[in-house]
């Protein structure tokens, strides 16, 4: 049965975006659907990089008002001591206001290189990472994947057990030809802690991608365990389900999500999947 990939929605965790696998009856008039549109890239966004564009179709972009007080922080920044990253802060939190997280990622490595705390590579790492799931073209992809890399290790070369850190790297070699390392890493993650909800739900995500409809309703069980609110693990055990022929639980469950308070998008996955199975 073919399984195509599908962005839900963010985890809890905050800017950190995993994919579910949609079962064939959820995806029938869903031939060719790509991966959500980018954000501009820093090339064009940011004129403190190389201004070159890349030719990616960019969503969204600044407001005019947004647009202006950019141009009046650049303008500070000109005049700005070296180590001064109070400017550089303003400008990143601009555009992650305007949702345009590979700017904001671009101008908080900035920060996190001349003030190399924890704090600040992790914030990098966890722009960079919505980057990364957000990208659209292969090299921008590879681009913000090692970007990730980069901010994530430094992350763990001050706290080895920063689990949040080590779950998001782990998930950028999903699509750089390396699911082995990414399970490997996950698998460290629980073995520091067994019910680390994020890392239990990829576990899921990696099973359904691998069609092993077993494992991905175990691990989606145990976070439902940990966590019944967890309503994205819940559809993701809905999905398992309906792949190992068990409808009418995996209707229940919809059923369950649909009277749930659940944000929009979650919400258009539920009725659309309760849909097909009628």
Same mark, same amino acid.
């Given at each position: 049965?073919?399984?195509?990939?599908?962005?839900?929605?963010?985890?809890?965790?905050?800017?950190?975006?995993f994919?579910?696998?949609?079962?064939?009856?959820?995806v029938?008039?869903?031939e060719?659907?790509?991966?959500?549109k980018?954000?501009?890239?820093?090339?064009?966004?940011?004129?403190?990089?190389s201004?070159?564009?890349d030719?990616?179709?960019h969503s969204?972009?600044?407001?005019?008002?947004?647009?202006?007080?950019?141009?009046?922080?650049?303008?500070e920044?000109?005049?700005?001591?070296?180590?001064d990253?109070?400017?550089?802060?303003?400008?990143?939190?601009?555009?992650?206001?305007?949702?345009i997280?590979?700017?904001?990622?671009?101008?908080?490595?900035l920060?996190?290189?001349?003030?190399?705390?924890? @704090?600040n590579w /992790?914030?990098?790492?966890?722009?960079?990472?919505? $980057?990364?799931? !957000?990208?659209?073209?292969t #090299? *921008?992809?590879?681009?913000?994947?090692?970007?990730?890399?980069?901010?994530?290790?430094?992350?763990?070369?001050?706290?080895?057990?920063?689990?949040?850190?080590?779950?998001n790297?782990?998930?950028?070699?999903?699509?750089?030809?390396?699911?082995?390392?990414a399970?490997?890493?996950?698998?460290?993650v629980?073995e520091?802690?067994?019910?680390?909800?994020?890392?239990?739900?990829?576990?899921?995500?990696?099973?359904?991608?691998?069609?092993?409809?077993?494992?991905?309703?175990s691990?989606?069980?145990?976070?439902?365990?940990v966590?019944?609110?967890?309503?994205?693990a819940?559809?993701g055990? @809905?999905?398992? /389900?309906?792949?190992?022929?068990?409808?009418?639980? $995996?209707?229940? !469950?919809?059923?369950?999500l #649909? *009277?749930?308070?659940?944000?929009?998008?979650?919400?258009?996955?539920?009725?659309?999947?309760?849909?097909?199975?009628k």
């Amino acid at each position: 049965m073919r399984i195509q990939l599908l962005i839900i929605v963010l985890i809890a965790t905050g800017l950190s975006v995993f994919l579910y696998t949609r079962p064939k009856v959820v995806v029938k008039d869903s031939e060719g659907a790509s991966r959500d549109k980018a954000t501009s890239t820093e090339q064009t966004t940011a004129t403190a990089t190389s201004g070159k564009d890349d030719g990616e179709s960019h969503s969204p972009s600044l407001s005019v008002e947004q647009q202006k007080r950019l141009s009046d922080l650049k303008k500070e920044l000109v005049n700005a001591p070296a180590n001064d990253v109070a400017v550089l802060e303003k400008i990143g939190n601009l555009f992650i206001e305007g949702t345009i997280a590979d700017s904001a990622g671009y101008y908080y490595e900035l920060v996190a290189t001349k003030q190399p705390t924890e @704090a600040n590579w /992790l914030r990098t790492g966890d722009v960079y990472f919505q $980057a990364y799931n !957000l990208a659209l073209r292969t #090299q *921008n992809v590879e681009k913000f994947a090692e970007k990730t890399q980069n901010a994530y290790q430094k992350v763990l070369a001050k706290a080895p057990n920063n689990l949040h850190a080590r779950t998001n790297l782990g998930m950028t070699y999903v699509t750089s030809g390396s699911p082995m390392q990414a399970i490997g890493m996950l698998r460290q993650v629980l073995e520091i802690n067994p019910n680390y909800e994020p890392a239990l739900v990829n576990m899921g995500v990696l099973s359904l991608q691998s069609n092993q409809y077993d494992k991905a309703a175990s691990r989606f069980r145990q976070v439902m365990k940990v966590n019944p609110q967890n309503y994205n693990a819940q559809l993701g055990l @809905a999905y398992s /389900l309906i792949e190992l022929n068990q409808a009418e639980e $995996a209707r229940t !469950l919809l059923t369950d999500l #649909q *009277n749930k308070q659940i944000e929009p998008t979650l919400r258009e996955e539920v009725e659309r999947t309760l849909q097909n199975l009628k």
